[in-house]
Every structure is written in C-alpha cells, then in structure tokens.
C-alpha cells in the first residue's frame, strides 16, 4: 500500500489547518465534535435512508464540518449498488469518524469509487 495520502485524508488534514486559523476557542475539538456528527451519524443516515431530510441533514453538517457561511445542496443520490451504497456511508464513514489513520481514509476512498455515483464521497 502507498505511504501517499488519499483525497479523503488530504481533505482531513486541510480542514483541520483551516479550523486551526479560523477558529480561536478549542479548533481541535469543535472540528472533531463536527467530524463525528458529519460521518458516524449524518453519513450512516443517508446510507439507510436515502431521503430528502438526510441528504439536508448531510449537507447541514458538512456546512458546519467545512466552515461555510451557507449550505451547498447536494443533489438526491442515484443508488447504483446497493451494498456499495451501505458499505460507503455505513461502514466506511463510521470507520473514518472513529479511526482517521491513512488506511482507513484510503479504503473509504476505494469504497466510494465502488458506489458509481460521482457526486456522493
């Protein structure tokens, strides 16, 4: 495996030094309290109940996680595969949320390429 880092973990890393230089009181903590909302609660949502009111509530927390003034609306998933569907925003997301190490970010990365749906990572 690569010792490089995936686009996931880079965007990570980014959106960590921005909440660095944005943010005053606790950045760390404030990022991963958002972090774990956006991927071990957000993402799963949407992995099972692919709605009008999740896709919302995914886009609601990026704002936040990403340090936007507003909310940019994603579009309604188009679930190609299923299983890649529920292994991307289930297991991956939750694992990512939990477990941010490089491997991890690079089997998220795998598994959204797995889903076929280019406007979901």
Known sequence: MSDRPTGAFRRYQKRINAWSTRTRVLPKVRHDAWWF???????????LWPSQKAVWFHDWTSQHLNLRRRILHSPMPVVRVPSAWLKHNVLAH??????PWRPVFAWHDRTAAEMQ?????
């Open 37 to 47: 909302l956006h991927n071990a609660v957000s993402h799963p949502l949407l992995g």
């Open 117 to 121: 749906e280019a406007n979901w990572v």
């Open 94 to 99: 939750a694992a990512i949320a939990f477990f």
